[in-house]
């Protein structure tokens, strides 16, 4: 029995600016990591509490009463992460 064609590579559609986060990543890990640090930290003001922990008022309550409910911590993350690696990469490149 033979096998059949190996299945394609799959290819992720991932924007041009991603694609150079990833690949200066693995030659700057204390930036990379410096840069998650301050998109998690970040994110935790835009995170929906009540959605979690039904019935607590969360400290960025407020916020999120704006924002009607929106659970932006994740959006707000990778847009901390990657705008922080640029700018630590182009420090650190001077």
């Given at each position: 029995?033979?096998?059949g ?81 640029a ?8």
């Amino acid at each position: 029995m033979t096998a059949g064609p190996s299945p394609p590579t799959p290819v992720f559609p991932i924007g041009r600016p991603l694609r150079w986060l990833v690949a200066l990543s693995s030659r700057r890990p204390a930036l990379t990591v410096t840069a998650w640090l301050a998109g998690t930290v970040l994110s935790l003001l835009f995170v929906n509490y009540p959605n979690i922990y039904p019935g607590i008022h969360a400290f960025n309550q407020p916020l999120i009463d704006l924002l009607h409910g929106a659970d932006l911590s994740g959006l707000v993350s990778m847009a901390v992460a990657a705008g922080a690696f640029a700018g630590l990469v182009r420090v650190a490149s001077r």
